[in-house]
């Protein structure tokens, strides 16, 4: 199994807009577990200290194997998340491990 880590770095400073951005980004993550073959769970969760020095909210995601997490990464559904989450975040960071 693979476990897929992504954190993202908000690029606005309202924490009113932050918080909605991140239970959109949530929604429709989470949403994609049974859309996606291979990806066995998905976690999106806000972070709760440190604001403004720690990263704005993460996602854990597991997946079958390597080739499950490559498909997931052209997935169409995946692809229209990406493609929103492009367009609020300012930084990123990720790790893939097996477990």
Not at 11 to 18: G, R, V
Not at 66 to 73: G, I, S, T
Request: proline fraction near 3%.
């Amino acid at each position: 199994m693979i476990r897929h880590i992504v954190m993202f770095q908000l690029a606005s400073s309202d924490p009113a807009e932050k918080d909605a951005q991140v239970a959109r980004a949530k929604t429709e993550l989470e949403a994609l577990v049974g859309v996606v073959p291979g990806l066995r769970s998905m976690e999106v969760t806000r972070n709760g200290a440190y604001e403004g020095a720690n990263m704005d909210f993460m996602l854990v995601a597991d997946f079958d194997d390597l080739a499950a997490l490559e498909a997931y990464q052209v997935h169409p559904e995946h692809e229209k998340v990406a493609a929103y989450i492009g367009t609020i975040r300012s930084g990123r960071a990720a790790i893939d491990f097996e477990v």
